[in-house]
C-alpha cells in the first residue's frame, strides 16, 4: 500500500485495527542521524501481534513526531 506520508501511514494503520492497533514506540523528539539530518521512528503494534516501523527524516520528522504525541494524548 502507498501512503501520502509517513503520518497519513500511522493514521491509516491504527484506524485498521479499528482501536487494537496502537503506537508501541516513538523515538525521541531530538533525535538525529550522525549526518545532523532529524530522524523519527514510529513503531505500530496491532492486535494479531504484527509489527510496523514508519521512519521520517528532516522536517517531515518533526512534524511526524509532534502528531504521533498529539494521537496517543487523544486515544488514551
Avoid: P
Avoid at 523519527?40 to 521520517?56: D, P
Amino acid at each position: 500500500m502507498v501512503y501520502e506520508s509517513s503520518l497519513d501511514a500511522v493514521k491509516q494503520l491504527i484506524l485498521v485495527g479499528e482501536n487494537s492497533n496502537y503506537v508501541s514506540w516513538i523515538s525521541d523528539e531530538d533525535s538525529m542521524l550522525m549526518n545532523g539530518i532529524n530522524y523519527c521512528l514510529v513503531e505500530i503494534t496491532c492486535s494479531s501481534g504484527a509489527k510496523f516501523a514508519i521512519h521520517a527524516y528532516g522536517e517531515e520528522a518533526l512534524s511526524l513526531h509532534c502528531e504521533v504525541k498529539k494521537l496517543m494524548r487523544t486515544n488514551h
